[in-house]
């Protein structure tokens, strides 16, 4: 590289960038975990039992281990000898790691890559980034769920915008909604949500009759695509500099 010439920051970094700031004056605090996870964190412990039809809503990359390795979650070495593992098909997985290890209140947003077996096209690509957010406290209802979406979304997309919920289905949250934002006179899907069901909170060693929470996942690629005006989420992993180095 040139010494005139400067770096550029990825579309989803910046938009990972921008969020932060709305989530740190509410307290919130950055989680992460591994990409390689067990299907007890992506699936079991959300509720999602060994056969239940939920599990094939998103598909699923598996991965066999042989011999050991090494996880970033603090446990340390695993024998991982024959074990099913995934690419984890959501940052979902983080919300149950963070809440074995922490107790009441938690307030975490979860930006990470994920992986899912998918045709890819304009909108849907096998890798992409998700942005997770979990409040766990006393008293936790769908009115501060709304609150804090309309303050992220207006974050980034401007005062006019306008969101709606649907009611919607995830074995990880009862009531489920999905979230949608107007854009151009269309109703686009942003993510999933609601508060999170009491089996998921018992898994994690939580007392569902003195907390609640809700959580919520969202695609950042989309919000990316959308600020930024890229019409093809494959644009983003090319790893061509003739994209990064027009943001
Ligand atoms: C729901 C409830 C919660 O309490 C917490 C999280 C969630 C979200 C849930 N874990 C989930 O992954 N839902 S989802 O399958 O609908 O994906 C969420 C968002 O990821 C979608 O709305 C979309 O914006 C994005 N997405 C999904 N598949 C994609 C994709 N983006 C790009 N390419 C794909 N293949």
Known sequence: M??????????????????YPVFQELGFEIADGPELEDEFHNFDALNIPKDHPARDMQDTFWIKQNGKMKMNDGAGEKNMLGERSVLRTHTSSVQIRFMENNKPPIRIVVPGKVYRNEATDATHEAQFHQLEALYVDENVTLAHLKGVLEMMFKHIFG???????????????????????QWKGKWLEMGGAGLVHPNVLRAAGIDPTIYQGFAFGFGLDRVAMLRFGIDDIRYLYTGDLRLVDQF
Do not use: C, N, W
């Open 2 to 19: 040139k010494p005139d010439q400067k770096g550029h920051l990825h579309p989803i970094t910046q938009i990972i960038r921008a969020i």
């Open 159 to 181: 005062d006019d915008v306008v969101i709606r919920f649907r009611p919607s289905f995830f074995s990880f949250t009862e009531p489920s909604v999905e979230v949608d934002m």
